[in-house]
């Protein structure tokens, strides 16, 4: 039975074959396949092959059919064996590895997609589809963002497809047939009824579609895949490339798809006026249709001259009653292959199907984003909204958390099924700021990405607010533009739960100020409070530290300022220091861009610190310059903390002898409190111990009968001065 999306589209791959006399098997064949009588053309076609194993002609027209009749089982092993017969064409290869990905062979497909590269590096789509043979093993796992759930109660035996938001319910297409309605007709190619569309007014599990009842749009032949407008009061729909039940063939003999338009009308409760629109051709097909937000853009597919594969995505503007010429919509989304059931959603994000991008199998469905006057970035959700068989017709709503779509997947009820989702994942929402008066900015571009890749790209609303939908435990960056501002990003990394950040925009040209707060030997100090202060006016300033250690400020010319950091430790016991240091502009021409690194220490009763780089004359106990601007800062930190008395220790290396030792490191403990005294400290507050050699910091021990092999490295470690916090507040 051939599958309704292969009726719809009427896209039916071309084999590759060759212009000689063929047997009577292969001609009653052909003749059926002309007929689209696939199961009896496959039949034929077997006779030959079973008559003559090496009939490659037969045997390629063989394997086609069974890929039509979506057999990809005995596809697979026609085309294996094709793969391997001497005067078969590269493109078999291409074949074979997309059977072989219908099937879940994901790593035989790869090497197959390889191997047709190697005969067409030219060809796009083989460069798209080959890779490694773990390229798909990612989207073949289940990232926990989406729950579906099939339409048990809608859906039939045969193929149910294609649904459209509509009036708080979906309309789709259904070819279950309709006593007593026009779908009563059988088509011949699938000995079903023909396509009509149904309308699910609450479109949940439980849910029982009814037929759209009046003289339309439901008529004799195929209406499948509609788009409404905003209010509900226009339709636009696929059929048949019919007039007046009668047949408008193309050069080939072929009735092809077009797009209808419908006005609703309230007093007859029915759709009327149905016409067909100005883009519509004979000769090739216009199909699926779908709406933008306002209704001025009607995107759809089309096999027109001009096309890159089977199908391509196609947009055109409204012109009034009209629409303007058919633009596609590019080689980043468009392939070699099949692109099909395009929906552009609220947030402008377009989704569609197609075979010609690495993928779990037949029709996958991807989201695409417009960028840099282009959609680009065809994004695969993986599973489990794609599977290894076809998955399309995907719709979601405005917040983009629930929708329906298509598949003929495993466990179904018919051919094709409806299916609901649900989606999770996590937000990462915030806004943009003006950096100087936190004014919200709206219109600002911000861009979600993940690497090089853009995900998501929007426009922030009136109060400079914009929201992503991402996947969990990865990491992206989240970047914001606006004319006459400065760029601003902030990293977002292995998310497990919804985040918000904020994005503050510097005016271009000025002088700003990039500011980190680190921990002393540790990191970033989030959530630290960075507060300028300018000197001349008293403007105050203030910005919380984020992971990304970025806190930024526009200051003015010829300013000074003076800047600090705080953090509540959240800890009776201990407390973070508060740096804080001068700054000035004067000796700066716009544009220019400042950045200061502050150093937070955490302290707490009882912790031991080490004073770095105090150093001695060798023997002497003596306050070097160099040791007195490390003492300098055991000064700011007793005066920031009034409270605050410690017990201020010396200790040597193991080298000289103990008595000496004690004696010489007590001395150098006090020439340190009397320094600290001479500079305004509390002698109540300071207690000076010498420890010599008593607490080596390793086994550098060398007293008496122990012998030392350590280097004067590490004896060094040992030569230290250290204060020990006794109190505190």
């Known amino acids: 039975m051939i599958r309704s999306k292969t009726i719809l589209s009427i896209i039916l791959m071309a084999a590759t ?9 292969v001609t009653r064949g052909d003749k059926n396949f002309a007929r689209f009588e696939f199961s009896a053309a496959a039949e034929n076609y077997a006779r030959a092959v079973a008559k003559d194993a090496n009939n490659l002609i037969a045997r390629e027209k063989l394997a086609h059919t069974y890929v039509l009749l979506e057999d990809h089982v005995n596809a697979e092993a026609q085309y294996a064996l094709i793969s391997k017969m001497p005067k078969a064409p590269a493109i078999d290869q291409l074949y074979y590895g997309l059977e072989l990905r219908a099937n879940g062979k994901y790593g035989e497909a790869q090497k ?20 490694p043979e773990d390229k798909v093993s990612s989207l073949a796992t289940d990232n926990r963002v989406f729950e579906v759930t099939d339409l048990r109660a809608a859906n039939t035996e045969t193929s149910d497809m ?16 309709h006593d007593g309605g026009a779908s009563h007709h059988e088509d011949a190619w699938t000995s079903r009824s023909f396509y009509d569309l149904y309308q699910l007014s609450a479109a949940d599990t439980l849910a029982q579609p009814v037929y759209i009842k009046g003289r339309q749009p439901n008529r004799k032949f195929h209406e499948g895949s509609a788009t409404f407008t905003a209010d509900g009061g226009e339709m636009y729909f696929t059929r048949s490339n019919y007039v007046k039940s009668k047949a408008a063939k193309s050069k080939e003999k072929i009735v092809k798809l077009q797009i209808m338009h419908a006005d609703w009308s309230e007093a007859k409760k029915q759709w009327v006026n149905v016409k067909p629109i100005n883009l519509n051709n004979s000769e090739y097909n216009i199909a ?5 937000k306002d209704g001025n853009k009607l995107y759809f597919i089309s096999d027109m001259p001009g096309s890159l594969g089977g199908t391509d995505l196609y947009v055109s503007e409204r012109r009034g009653s009209s629409w303007g010429a058919p633009v596609n919509l590019g080689k980043d989304v468009n392939t070699q292959g099949r692109e099909m059931f395009p929906f552009i959603a609220d947030d402008n994000t377009l989704y569609y199907a197609s075979d010609g991008l690495t993928g779990l199998g037949g029709l996958d469905i991807y989201s695409a984003t417009y960028t840099g006057g ?7 959700p993986g599973t489990p909204i794609n599977t290894r068989w076809d998955d399309f017709g995907y719709i979601t709503n405005a917040k983009n958390t629930a929708g329906y779509l298509t598949s003929n997947r495993e466990r179904g009820k018919g051919e094709d099924d409806l299916y609901r989702f649900t989606r999770s994942g996590v937000t990462i929402c915030g806004a943009v700021v003006d950096a100087q008066g936190k004014a919200p900015l709206a219109g600002a571009e911000v861009k979600l990405t993940e690497g090089d890749n853009l995900i998501q790209k929007k426009k922030t609303g009136e109060k400079g607010e914009f929201c992503f939908t991402a996947l969990p435990n990865k990491s992206y960056k989240v970047s914001a533009t606006l004319k006459e501002y400065e760029t601003n990003s902030t990293a977002v990394s292995n998310i497990k739960s919804n985040q918000n950040v904020q994005l503050q925009l510097t005016k271009a040209g000025g002088i700003t100020l990039t500011v980190c707060v680190h921990q002393r030997g540790g990191g970033t100090v989030e959530g630290a409070v960075v507060e300028l202060t300018n000197k001349r006016t008293g403007a105050v300033k203030t910005c919380t530290i984020a992971a990304d250690c970025k806190c930024k400020f526009d200051l003015d010319e010829e300013a000074d300022y003076r800047l600090c950091a705080s953090k509540e430790s959240g800890n009776s016991k201990g407390s973070y220091t508060h740096p804080c240091q001068a700054l000035t502009t004067s000796d700066q021409v716009a544009p220019a861009n400042l950045y200061e690194n502050m150093e937070m220490v955490y302290l707490e009763e009882n912790m031991t610190v080490k004073i770095d780089n105090l150093y001695y004359d060798m023997g002497k106990w003596d306050i070097r310059p160099d040791a007195a601007i490390e003492l300098d800062k055991v000064v700011a930190l007793m005066k920031e903390f009034p409270a605050m008395q410690i017990e201020l220790s010396s200790h040597t290396d193991c080298r000289g002898t103990m008595l000496a030792n004690d004696e010489l490191s007590t001395k150098r403990a006090q020439a340190c409190v009397d ?55």
Request: hydrophobic share 30%; with cysteine.
């Open 288 to 292: 699926h249709p779908s709406l933008s």
């Open 675 to 729: 320094y600290l005294i001479a500079n305004g400290i509390e002698k109540s507050r300071l207690t000076a111990i010498g420890y010599g050699e008593r607490r080596l910091v390793n086994n550098c021990a060398c007293e008496g009968k122990q012998k030392s092999t350590c280097t004067d490295e590490e004896h060094a470690a040992n030569r230290r001065t250290e204060f020990k916090i006794v109190k505190l507040r």
């Open 17 to 25: 074959v060759s212009a000689s006399a063929q047997s009577n098997a």
């Open 162 to 177: 294609a649904p459209a938001f509509y009036k708080g319910g979906i309309i789709f297409s259904s070819n279950r047939g």
């Open 374 to 380: 282009k959609w680009t970035n065809p994004q695969n």
């Open 112 to 131: 197959a997609f390889n191997e047709y590269l190697k005969e067409a590096p030219d060809d796009s789509r083989a460069k798209e589809l080959s890779g």
